[in-house]
């Protein structure tokens, strides 16, 4: 291997391996080589001028050229394990990623290509499907699917439910699930919608409809999407899942008023939420990407 | 510098010094004066010996509480969840307060118990045992249990 100095000062990654790995299926390639890279390490990969990131090997498919065949990382040689430690559908299961909270200098609605052609396609994929069928539903009531991760990197939309205008009953969830088999530790997140709001005066309903592309949160009470996911947190971890991770894990893809998806990662709310009830258009705009599956890297 | 020039100089000045007020609002967010969408949650969690029980109120819009309990309890190693909801929506009826709802264990591991106030305040409340094995009875205060250090459900 040989070190290509300025290209990268932070990262060693192994391409050759890389590309060995490229060329099997892609759900090996996500699941063992994704989880494996901070966030911020990529991050910082992106930003050094080096064309060639393992991301663009993703995302265009080429064997990068020979200049670029070994990165350096400063705290240490990461490339063979890398790709050799995790097998398929480890990366649907556990995501470092994720997990490490590494999320420093982001946005609050964080919209990365490595998570988005990683781990995160396979969920997104499933997002996109189950909120097509949703769609199809009356408008006028809210519907919610919960999306399960099964192993071997599946991850399933459980049937959607049908809750009243403007809520899904948690013990409708609650029932599905204890129905269902499966543990509240392998829940990775939630599609619902938010219906039109009903408020008679055009500029109030205006106000409702653009506040309820996010999900809901209240001030003053324990209301609304991220209470829902917080019980579901709870329950996950009397069962013996690691709380920290789940939360982490889990999304909340949210059908807009008009019928346009968008994903809000974490199940807590992010600060602007949290302290305001507030979110910017620039991050409802990135959780409309992020749902589609684009990504700021690689527009 | 002609009379026309001071003029332009000053009418420019006063625009320059009222331009704050048209300034374009700031835009830091969409403000949610609205009510929330979802349900709002009361949730507590009680431990008894080897079992736990999730109790969860909740309201929709300006509805009625609703019940929920899931029940956990450890056998041979194994964590089994049971969802008692259908059993208690059989037993709390209309007549009970599930607002004013008191969780609490019942001494001599006698399980968990429960208990609904009636609306009615002379009327006897409902007294709920769940049993280490997630068995759900009424009236463990004939059979003279007794609640330890009860909470509120709904503060």
Sequence with gaps: MKTLEGCMDFIVVDLDQTWKAFQQPQNTYSANYTPQLSTHKLLKLAQTGCTLTPDECWTTGKKPPEPCTTFTFSGGKIGGDILGSSGIGEGAQTDPVEAEGDTEGESEEANNCIKEQGSERIKDTEARRIAQVIRGKNIKLEHGSILIDVGNGLIIALPPITGQSGAILTQQFIAQINNSGYEYGQIVGMVHSHPPSTEPDPSLASVSDSRNRAPSHSLTENAGDFAVAALFRDIAGIQGADTAAWTKRYTHYIIGPHGVLREYDGADPPKSIAETNTISEQDVQDAEKDAKGQCQNSQ | ?155
Excluded: W
């Design chain 2, 1 to 155: 510098m002609s009379k026309l020039t001071i003029a332009f100089s000053i009418i420019l000045a006063a625009l320059l010094a009222s331009s704050d007020s048209y300034s374009a609002p700031k835009s830091h967010g969409i403000h949610d004066e609205i009510p929330t969408l979802g349900p709002t949650i009361h949730k507590m969690q009680i431990d008894c010996d080897s079992s736990k029980l999730l109790a969860i109120s909740e309201t929709v819009s300006s509805g009625s509480p609703i019940f929920s309990a899931v029940f956990f309890t450890l056998h041979g190693g194994t964590m089994s969840t049971i969802d008692l909801t259908d059993q208690f929506r059989d037993l709390i009826s209309e007549n009970y307060d599930i607002k004013g709802i008191e969780l609490g264990c019942l001494e001599e591991k006698h399980g968990h118990g429960i208990k609904v106030p009636n609306r009615n305040p002379v009327a006897e409340p409902l007294h709920i045992q769940i049993t280490t094995e997630g068995r759900v009875f009424e009236g463990y205060d004939h059979a003279g249990y007794h609640m330890l250090g009860g909470k509120k459900l709904v503060q």
